[in-house]
């Protein structure tokens, strides 16, 4: 999706309701009021997470100019180091910023980085990698935003499961009644990365398909790892794998890029990814991936958006989008497929 189009679908989305009302009164406003934002992200290269980002500034440059404010967004990069990461961190609070937004490298190290935050008074925003609760209730000023990782895992497993239901002959290339799988999985301990591969097994096990594993291993989310590593399966296994598993999109694509590689476009068995990103609708369209499951960044984008704002100018958390216990903002994830592959209800209720 073009930058053009995402910017005019979060025009509509953001809306200029929830905007209005949120602003500081002139009479309370002599100079501009300001908000200053740190966006830390694990790895800057990584697809989905620079969808989000992207997301987050036209957030901020919108709200700036439908309101007389402005809003300073400072993305860093953790390049894959926690100790990078929170020396960030240690920046963004010695400089005062007003809100940071925090895309952990390991998810464990939460608790200090709270209490860091807290003993500032500056309000923590964790996304897309989830501190488990009891360090999120270290103190009421801690949010998280993302999605629940468990929903699409089930998304998946229904995706597969209907397009081989319908179509068995299509996918059991050897006959056998059963799904003969490899399963590229994202970075170890990451809670997307579990919670898919245990759920997308399960819903295809639960539908009352055999499932066959050949291999699994990870690929930390990195398209080069995936293709690497499916080289190397594609050498061992050849024709016998049916279907590629991907805990994400851009190791679906890694998939894709190894059969390109080894000239077995012919070969091409069922790859599924997550995320829906812009170059994983290519290869839907292209026909090389066969279906995703949209990790929604504009949605998550202004969940964190309007928290930022809302805490700055309000000085409480207000959200279009639910806020659970007062924390936690998770959005939907929905099925995409080829259009000529749609075979099924579609959305399933979970
Ligand atoms: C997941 C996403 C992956 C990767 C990962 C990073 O939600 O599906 O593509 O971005 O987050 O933490
Ligand atoms: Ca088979």
New binding site residues.
Partial sequence: MGKKQNWMILCCMLGLVWLSGCAPSSQEAKKVPEMKVGILV?RKE????GTIVEAFEAAAKYAEQQENIKISVSVMDGRGSQAVQTGQIEKCIDQKYDVICV?LVDRTVAASIIDQAKAAQIPLIFF??EPVKEDLERWDKVYYVGAVAKESGILQGHLIADAYLNNPERFDKNNDQKLQYVMLE?EQG?Q?ALLRTEYSIRTLVSEGIQMDKLVNDTAN?HRSQAATKMSQWLEKYGNAIEVVICN???MALGAIDAYKAAKKLEELPFIVG??GTPPAMEALAEGTLYGTIK?DEQKQAQAMFQLCYSLVFHGKAESDYTLEKGKYIFINYLPVEREIDKVSTGNKEQ
């Fill in positions: 694990y990584d697809t989905f997470l895309n897309n990698r994202g990451h997307d989310w994400n999109d851009d997550i995320d990790n």
